[in-house]
């Protein structure tokens, strides 16, 4: 039987298989390590971590909804020094691939955080997620806008150093994600992630309320696969040559090659973990069988296939 070449890169670095966990949706990997070691998947993408310690939004904070799930946590988390002290040593004891996820309200928040991460040994790339409010900005999304979105890849590769792949999270809540995409590839990121969950709401209709105290969440899980798998397509076409993170709804391997044939150079997990903690590691196996069944032994071959030809 062939054997199949699973690895990926995302700028200089390396992943020996493309399956990693979503932001968000498996804190920093203690919980899953009681169900499989974490160096069996590409590696962990730790959630959005920002300055300070945040308690996050009031309950009820998450509502299920047809195929998805809306949440509206509000970053909840320690904070960078608490994450630096107790987080990473105890993801590098576990010999995990780290991918921290970093969040801020400010421009110079994510420059903070990228000058507090320039030296940490052990991580593999940051991921920017920028689907986040600008409090200096009437609120404004960074993602929705290219000028803001420069603003805070520019922060933080000033501040990052060194070779320190930069993955800018986008949001899918715009007219025209190539835009916002070819502003950050011009502003110096080494890969994307697509895409963050989609704003949405539900009404209770017995309260006759929102079901989230927070009114708005976001909306992932496989009712936005197909957003995902449009938004980089559409990414992929325009800049070939940049690696793409996908997510969004895989809940298994074959939903996961959906992605790679659209162009992405890995994909995250996240909905599906909360039903099935091993989810991760069975998208990793369905996925491997799928690409050996179509004669693929180089991952690589995969990404983008959908595009050939066309
Ligand atoms: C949250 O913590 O509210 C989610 C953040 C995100 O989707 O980027």
């Given at each position: 039987m062939s054997s199949l070449d699973f690895s990926t890169k995302i700028g200089s670095k390396r992943f020996s298989n493309p399956i990693f966990t979503a932001s968000g949706c498996a804190?920093?990997?203690?919980?899953?390590?009681?169900?499989?070691?974490?160096?069996?998947?590409?590696?962990?993408?730790?959630?959005?971590?920002?300055?300070?310690?945040?308690?996050?939004r009031a309950t009820p904070r998450m509502a299920e909804t047809p195929s998805g799930m809306l949440n509206s946590i509000g970053l909840q988390g320690p904070g960078i020094?608490?994450?630096?002290?107790?987080?990473?040593?105890?993801?590098?004891?576990?010999?995990?691939?780290?991918?921290?996820?970093?969040?801020?309200?400010?421009?110079?928040?994510?420059?903070?955080?990228a000058r507090r991460l320039r030296a940490v040994p052990g991580i593999s790339a940051v991921e920017v997620n920028i689907s986040c409010p600008n409090v200096e900005n009437r609120g404004q999304v960074f993602a929705c806008h290219p000028d803001t979105a420069i603003a805070v890849i520019e922060s933080v590769r000033r501040n990052i150093g060194g070779e320190l792949p930069i993955i800018a999270k986008l949001s899918p809540d715009v007219t025209n994600i190539v835009e916002i995409a070819q502003s950050v590839i011009n502003a110096g990121v080494d890969?994307?992630?697509?895409?963050?969950?989609?704003?949405?709401?539900?009404?209770?209709?017995?309260?006759?309320?929102?079901?989230?105290?927070?009114?708005?969440?976001?909306?992932?899980?496989?009712a936005i696969r197909p957003v995902a798998v449009r938004a980089i397509y559409q990414v992929h076409q325009a800049f070939p040559n940049t690696p793409?993170?996908?997510?969004?709804?895989?809940?298994?391997?074959?939903?996961?090659?959906?992605?790679?044939?659209?162009?992405?150079?890995?994909?995250?997990?996240?909905?599906?973990?909360?039903?099935?903690?091993?989810?991760?590691?069975?998208?990793?196996?369905?996925?491997?069988?799928?690409?050996l069944e179509k004669g693929i032994t180089d991952f690589r071959d995969a990404i983008g296939f959908a595009h050939r030809g066309v």
């Open positions: 804190s920093s990997g203690q919980e899953l390590s009681q169900f499989f070691p974490l160096t069996e998947i590409g590696a962990i993408v730790t959630k959005s971590i920002m300055t300070k310690a945040r308690t996050g020094d608490a994450f630096l002290e107790n987080d990473i040593p105890w993801l590098v004891s576990n010999s995990a691939k780290i991918i921290v996820s970093i969040a801020g309200e400010t421009v110079d928040e994510y420059g903070v955080l890969g994307l992630a697509l895409i963050n969950t989609l704003l949405g709401m539900v009404i209770d209709t017995n309260t006759m309320k929102p079901k989230l105290a927070g009114k708005t969440g976001g909306l992932s899980g496989p793409i993170v996908g997510m969004g709804g895989v809940a298994s391997g074959r939903d996961a090659f959906e992605l790679v044939l659209a162009g992405a150079s890995a994909v995250s997990i996240g909905t599906a973990t909360f039903g099935n903690p091993t989810a991760v590691l069975q998208i990793r196996d369905q996925l491997s069988e799928l690409l």
